[in-house]
């Protein structure tokens, strides 16, 4: 189809000129900044990995699926609870195992869909059991959110309650509300980011922001990257993987749910080219890169589907601009120490809104296939799901651990594989 036709601006394969291609790439990168940054802060990790892992793991993505698909990989919300938990209990090095077995899954799949095709993964993880997971990815979240906005952390291991803390992040949940409605254009899809600025202002006034860590920090610093073999020595461990490995089956259907998007703005199919193997297998290589680097494990981001949407702006070119500058802001010390500097007033009152967002997100995808919790089995799939999820009934062997998470999306695929279509007294 001719270009005017689709009243595109730059299709995929166009490069846009240099001031514009610029300017086109900047606004993507802030647009995921946000999210991307937001994650590492709520696990403990480091923000200017997580960025330099974003962008070199974009840039791997564009070269995998042969610079077909225009899309950014930036760190993904699904692995907080597991990363949290696992940050407790083995450290940055724990989770890079289960982030290098997320990757592993997602190759397999990748394997998978080349041998046998991809019918069989919606068969295994229909709407009644993706819908309840994605909301539980949310809520359990809830509590974390909770104690950034209400108590300040006076020593490492003593926190008070603080009525400060508690008003700077609700004026930053509604603050960023507001940004949400009221914003439009390219405003519009940076609101997380806009909200965070703001907040970050609200909070210097309540004096909860510590500028000493951002003055001492260089210009120009090389992130602190966490490395298998320089910092620390990787140990096989069983837990992490099975934390965090039956997740990736989860993401993948929000993978495949944004490439069904990019089908619909770029007028292509990118299941046949270059093909949902390429797809999943550029997807979980950037996460096993992110895990060697010492970043989160990353998933494409809605937020630059966004721009490209407002936009109509498709090139490659563009995103990999976006990855370029990603990488370049990473080796900026005074910027990974700013945002660092972050109280965890503001990063409360953005998750409010963020990880309700996602459970939204859970809620819509059952209302959007109309699955009917009249019918007991899926009323049995749901209930076991949420309840077991939200309450992290974790399962322990020994000193392996699977996280509520992980035991809630397994049982939840069991039930589905085994469960009858009716239970004996609706065929009454």
């Excluded at 993706?130 to 006076?154: D, E, F, K, Q």
């Excluded at 290589?285 to 970043?295: E, K, L, Q």
Aim: charged content about 10%; hydrophobic content about 55%; some cysteine.
């Amino acid at each position: 189809m001719e270009q005017m036709e689709r009243n595109v601006v730059l299709d995929v394969n166009e490069r846009p000129k240099l001031g514009l291609w610029f300017g086109l790439s900047l606004q993507h990168m802030f647009s995921m900044f946000g999210s991307t940054v937001l994650v590492p802060l709520l696990v403990g990790l480091n923000p200017g990995v997580a960025l330099f892992s974003s962008g070199v793991g974009t840039l791997l993505y564009i070269l995998i699926t042969k610079g077909k698909i225009p899309a950014y990989m930036g760190s993904s919300f699904a692995f907080i609870t597991p990363m949290l938990a696992l940050m407790k209990t083995g450290g940055y090095p724990a989770i890079a195992q289960g982030i290098w077995s997320v990757g592993a899954v997602y190759l397999i799949v990748a394997l998978l869909v080349t041998v046998i095709g991809s019918e069989w993964i919606n068969k295994i993880l229909p709407p009644v059991v993706v819908g309840p997971i994605v909301m539980v990815i949310g809520l359990s979240l809830a509590g974390s959110a909770a104690t950034n906005a209400t108590m300040l952390h006076v020593s490492a291991t003593k926190s008070v309650y603080d009525i400060r803390v508690f008003m700077v992040a609700i004026a930053t949940l509604l603050i960023t509300i507001a940004y949400n409605m009221f914003l439009s254009k390219f405003l519009g899809l940076i609101p997380i980011l806009l909200g965070i600025v703001t907040g970050y202002i609200i909070a210097c006034f309540a004096g909860l922001v510590n500028f000493a860590p951002v003055m001492a920090a260089h210009w120009f610093a090389l992130p602190a990257f966490d490395l298998p073999f320089v910092n620390y020595k990787p140990t096989f461990q069983l837990g992490a993987i099975l934390a965090m490995a039956p997740l990736a089956l989860v993401t993948m259907t929000e993978h495949m749910g944004h490439i069904m998007v990019l089908n619909k703005l770029t007028n292509r199919d990118f299941f046949q080219d270059p093909g949902l193997k390429r797809t999943l297998a550029g997807d979980g290589t950037a996460s096993i890169f992110a895990g060697i680097f010492g970043g989160p494990a990353v998933t494409s981001y809605g937020e630059n589907i966004g721009v490209l949407a407002i936009t109509r702006v498709h090139s490659v070119w563009v995103l990999g601009g976006a990855a370029s500058f990603a990488i370049l802001f990473a080796f900026v010390g005074k910027l990974s120490a700013l945002i660092q500097s972050i109280p965890g007033a503001v990063i409360g009152g953005i998750s409010f809104l963020l990880f309700g967002v996602i459970a939204s997100s859970g809620l819509r995808i059952i209302v959007d296939n109309k699955i009917d919790f009249n019918v007991k089995r899926n009323l049995m799939i749901a209930s076991t799901i949420l309840v077991i999820g939200i309450g992290n009934a974790y399962l322990q062997l020994g000193q392996t651990q699977f996280s509520g998470l992980a035991v809630a999306t397994i049982l939840g695929i069991i039930l589905n594989l085994v469960l009858p279509k009716q239970a004996a007294s609706e065929k009454e």
